[in-house]
């Protein structure tokens, strides 16, 4: 792609992160297009078009890229960003629940891709931008669920990104640490259990979350500049570390023994 105008497509882009990353290339002067999972009831937002999309349906899928195509005749970029935290002990968590989480984080954006990808190959031009997290390499107790669906997200992007080097388009990863953003009541969910051995420990860590969350030096600006420079780079980097936690926690886990990396997270999270 050359410098210009680009169509962009940010799917959960209307709070949180996604909205300071739709806001930022906006900025930029690209056509940016941002998705909400209810009914639409209004039109552009702030010089933001509007889709409606739940990124668990197919039909919706498919739906939501055919009125993109339709409008604009091409997407540039896709930027995955719809999702949620799930914090419950496995053995607390049901299955729908867990599956919801999987659906959502991981499912979600492969769906995503496969639906805009042959257009982007039609073209030979196109960069798709799946947001991370601090999880997707570093499992947190009571957090199984989506650390599967991150590091899930992880492996289908380096994957998706050998096979799209040669042709010339481009997959990479942002991964924050936790970022603070006003949405995170919205963004963090806890499984309903009381009954077992977890449950008091699980809503602790989930209150220490959202404490920590809030206090973080993490903003949904900051995540939007990593995508910011991940659409503008002539060659992205495969992956985008945004914070502190970020950078150094998957370093340390690399450098120690597994055994010392693990007494660690053990004294982190008691």
């Known amino acids: 792609m050359k410098n210009g105008s680009r169509v962009i497509l940010v799917t959960g882009g209307t709070r949180g992160i996604g909205a300071a990353i739709a806001a930022q290339l ?10 909400q999972r209810a009914k639409l009831e209004s039109g552009p937002q702030d010089g933001l078009q509007v889709l409606s999309l739940d990124v668990t349906s197919a039909a919706s899928v498919e739906a939501c890229v055919h009125e993109l195509l339709r409008r604009e005749g091409r997407i540039d970029v896709l930027i995955n960003n719809a999702g949620y935290d799930l914090f419950g002990a496995v053995i607390e968590t049901p299955w729908h629940e867990f599956m919801d989480q999987l659906d959502t984080n991981f499912l979600g954006a492969a769906r995503m891709v496969q639906a805009v990808l042959p257009h982007m190959l039609e073209r030979r031009s ?5 947001i991370s997290s601090i999880g997707g390499e570093l499992g947190l107790p009571m957090n199984a669920a989506y650390s599967a669906s991150k590091f899930a997200l992880e492996g289908y992007t380096e994957s998706l990104r050998q096979e799209l080097l040669p042709l010339g388009l481009y997959a990479c990863t942002v991964s924050p640490s936790p970022v603070a953003t006003g949405s ?3 963004s963090i969910r806890e499984v309903n259990a009381a009954d077992n051995p977890f449950a008091q420990r699980r809503a602790e860590l989930v209150r ?13 600006e900051h995540v939007a500049a990593a995508v910011v420079q991940a659409v503008h780079a002539r060659v992205p980097a495969p992956r985008y570390r945004v914070g502190a936690l970020a950078r ?4 340390l ?13 053990r004294r982190a999270f008691p």
């Open 126 to 130: 196109g960069r798709i931008i799946n």
């Open 253 to 265: 886990k690399a450098w120690l023994p597994d055994a010392l990396f693990e007494l660690f997270m």
């Open 184 to 186: 995170l009541d919205q």
């Open 208 to 220: 220490r979350m959202r404490r920590d969350g809030l206090a973080s030096h993490t903003r949904p």
């Open 248 to 251: 150094w926690i998957p370093r």
């Open 26 to 35: 906006h900025g930029r002067g690209h056509r940016v297009y941002v998705t």
